[in-house]
């Protein structure tokens, strides 16, 4: 999944003050680009359950990260085990 970088930037206040004072830089996020990516992609698949997630690369615009999903209804997955208690587990 890719998430685009980039600070989070406010509209600049019409008001006079100073540009110390402003409040448009410096604002950080409330999750992280792994949570981005991973909440991007459990709304893209809503029958599909996350297994886990990892960082894969980052170039200038662009945060890459390899998402895990399995699938609870197929008949290879109730089968497993280790995965059924996994996705048992984190729904």
């Known amino acids: 999944m890719r998430v685009g970088v980039g600070g989070m930037r406010r509209r600049r206040p019409r008001g006079g003050r100073r540009p110390k004072h402003l409040g448009v830089t410096r ?7 792994r949570q981005v990516a991973e909440n991007r992609i459990l709304q893209r698949y809503p029958n599909l359950n996350l297994l886990g997630s990892y960082f894969v690369y980052k170039d200038g615009r662009h945060h890459w990260f390899e998402i895990i999903l399995a699938d ?3 008949p290879r997955i109730i089968q497993d085990k280790e ?3 996994r996705i048992s587990v984190a729904a």
């Open 83 to 85: 995965i059924k208690g």
């Open 72 to 74: 609870p209804s197929h």
């Open 27 to 33: 604002i950080k996020a409330d999750v992280s680009m």
